[in-house]
């Protein structure tokens, strides 16, 4: 099984933002740090299962079993029930279910932040490059 752990951060609610990318189990851990722009954490938060659903696109991982990782209970809950309240998150919704069924088994599910400390310090980090 490979894992992603995903996480995303902003640096005030709006302000510089980036997503943090971890991906475990299939050979050589990979580690993505990008910054995203002016955004709020929770779009931030959304942007990164995005960027990690196109890298493990990209990567040809569709036909693995890939457990999505996040410490964000309204991503998760989010993409559990398809649906989001706040609209401004509803076109992200839709994008990540959208890539989502390019994979046989996608799952994701949600785990405490002591558990996500390598995305987050490579969200962290991307929030960094967003200002140089």
């Not at 752990?5 to 050589?28: H, M, R, T």
């Not at 457990?67 to 309240?85: A, G, I, P, Y």
Request: charged share 25%; net charge negative.
């Amino acid at each position: 099984m490979i894992e992603v752990y995903i996480d995303g951060a902003s640096a005030g609610n709006p302000g510089p933002s980036g997503a943090g990318i971890f991906i475990k189990g299939n050979g050589v851990p990979e580690k993505y740090s990008l910054p995203l722009g002016n955004m709020s954490n929770h779009e931030a938060e959304f942007h990164a299962l995005i960027e990690a659903l196109e890298i493990c696109y990209k990567k040809g991982l569709t036909h693995s079993i890939i457990s999505f990782r996040t410490d964000s209970e309204l991503v998760n809950m989010s993409v559990e029930r398809e649906f989001t309240k706040n609209k401004t998150y509803t076109p992200l919704l839709e994008r990540a279910l959208e890539l989502a069924k390019n994979f046989d088994l996608f799952f994701m599910k949600w785990i405490p932040s002591a558990e996500n400390k390598v995305a987050d310090e490579l969200a962290r980090l991307a929030i960094q490059k967003n200002n140089r």
